[in-house]
């Protein structure tokens, strides 16, 4: 069985900075791209920031300069530095991650629960 789980979300002021943390574990073969989305109230999931296995990244035009997503693949880890937080980066941030579980010759995309990021003053 397979898990993904985020934590670091909060509650910050404009200007401030989070860092996201998502954590795969479980039985797993191996691990292609990670990435970070959210879904703010009443709008759809976007895509927020990718990596691939080898590091590259990609980000949304939305997040460029403020973003930066890291991973650790030794531990399973995906990471998102979050600076010069604004209002409108409020959301529910989701970690989703393509893995192939052991004895699977194929991969799947597996998302976490969600953790709420909330930027006000």
């Known amino acids: 069985q397979v898990q993904v789980v985020e934590s670091g979300g909060g509650l910050v002021q404009p200007g401030e900075s989070l860092r996201l943390s998502c954590a795969a574990s479980g039985s797993i073969a191996s691990i292609n791209n990670m990435g970070w989305y959210r879904q703010a109230p009443g709008k759809e999931r976007e895509l927020v920031a990718a990596i691939t296995s080898g590091g590259s990244t990609n980000y949304a035009d939305s997040v460029k300069d403020r973003f930066t997503i890291s991973r650790d693949n030794a531990k399973n880890r995906v990471y998102l530095q979050m600076n010069s937080l604004k209002p409108e980066d409020t959301a529910v941030y989701y970690c989703?991650?393509?893995?192939?579980?052991?004895?699977?010759?194929?991969?799947?995309?597996?998302w976490g629960q969600g953790t709420q990021v909330t930027v006000s003053t």
């Open positions: 989703n991650a393509d893995i192939r579980p052991r004895f699977s010759g194929r991969y799947n995309g597996y």
